[in-house]
Nanobody, 122 residues
Framework: VQLQASGGGSVRIGESLRLSCAASGFPFDGYSIAWFRQAPGKEREFVAGYRWGGRTANYADNVKGRLTVSRDSAMNGVYLQMNSLRPEDTAVYYC????????????????WGQGTLVTVSS
């Protein structure tokens, strides 16, 4: 299994970024890819998850309406579109894989990408 996250960068408050997670090495149906983030000094937290077979997504409450996770079948992966970015969105963003529906706990995910840094400043 390989997961590769990309697309991070430095933006101003209110701007947008799109992260990509390219995935390979598993059958996709029955699996979910989720985005987590970890800010300095904080625990890794769930952001959004996409269930591949069901084409359904779920989100942490603090990102609903601003962040959208979607599928890219051509890339075999998922995007995380981030709009109206805030300083509190600053973190390293990771994509992760598990069999079954997305869950909020990082412990439930067995495979992780390397992370991509997002910095939001004024």
């Amino acid at each position: 299994v390989q997961l590769q996250a990309s697309g991070g960068g430095s933006v101003r408050i209110g701007e947008s970024l799109r992260l990509s997670c390219a995935a390979s090495g598993f059958p996709f149906d029955g699996y979910s890819i989720a985005w987590f983030r970890q800010a300095p000094g904080k625990e890794r937290e769930f952001v959004a998850g996409y269930r591949w077979g069901g084409r359904t997504a779920n989100y942490a409450d603090n990102v609903k309406g601003r962040l959208t996770v979607s599928r890219d079948s051509a890339m075999n992966g998922v995007y995380l579109q981030m709009n109206s970015l805030r300083p509190e969105d600053t973190a390293v963003y990771y994509c992760a894989l598990r069999h079954g529906a997305p869950t909020f706990s990082a412990r439930d995910y067995k495979s992780w990408g390397q992370g991509t840094l997002v910095t939001v400043s004024s």
